[in-house]
């Protein structure tokens, strides 16, 4: 098993910004990527970025490039969402997720999925 816990969530101002870490524990080895989704309410649940964490490539949805990063701290087994100029359409419960092998990334089959944080962007 995998468990992930998120912290970093909060409420912000548009144009500010907030980092969320993921930090997994229990078999991380089985942790081949790993994902950041949001939910807003009455929404479904999207993925806006991904890493894989052997070889550190990236993936975003289009909505957060060049706003959103993803990277990890491998020693730490900890990854990170630093998402800067937030626009009120950022708020949602974030959740990190991972996937155990390459297939399951590419069809986003997240096995392991932590709590969620809250991320309130306001006007």
């Known amino acids: 098993q995998v468990q992930l816990a998120e912290s970093g969530g909060g409420s912000v101002q548009a144009g500010g910004s907030l980092r969320l870490s993921c930090t997994a524990s229990?078999?991380?080895?089985?942790?081949?990527?790993m994902g950041w989704f949001r939910q807003a309410p009455g929404k479904e649940r999207v993925e806006v970025a991904r890493?894989?964490?052997?070889?550190?490539?990236?993936y975003y949805t289009d909505s957060v490039k060049g706003r959103f990063t993803i990277s990890q701290d491998s020693a730490k087994n900890t990854v990170y969402l630093q998402m800067n100029s937030l626009k009120p359409e950022d708020t949602a419960m974030y959740y990190c997720?991972?996937?155990?092998?390459?297939?399951?990334?590419?069809?986003?089959?997240?096995?392991?999925w932590g709590q969620g944080t809250q991320v309130t962007v306001t006007s």
């Open positions: 997720a991972a996937a155990s092998d390459f297939v399951r990334c590419q069809i986003k089959e997240y096995r392991y």
């Open positions: 229990g078999y991380t080895d089985r942790t081949y990527c």
């Open positions: 890493i894989y964490t052997g070889e550190g490539t990236t």
